[in-house]
């Protein structure tokens, strides 16, 4: 089993999330698919270290939609991304 992780590193983590959010939305912007799979990929990868299976998905969707330049894909990620930020 997981070992519990402290409340303050759990508020830490969800304050890089909106930090992540931004860059996302910038680099959508300005079509930079490169470093949007980057920050989905990591996202993807630290998402189930804190216990939020939900970023890991949201992550996976932000990579593959990245690699195939899916815009729509990107952006329906990016809303959910922006929902769990605000609910949590």
Partial sequence: MME?????????????????LNECLS????????SLEKL??????????FGYLIITKIGDKIEKGSKTKNEPLIQEALKELASWIKSN
């Fill in 27 to 34: 680099h959508l912007k300005s079509k930079n698919f490169t």
């Fill in 4 to 20: 519990s992780i402290p409340d303050d590193l759990k508020k830490k983590y969800i304050e890089r999330r909106q930090t992540d």
């Fill in 40 to 49: 989905g990929h990591k996202m993807k990868g630290n998402g189930g270290t």
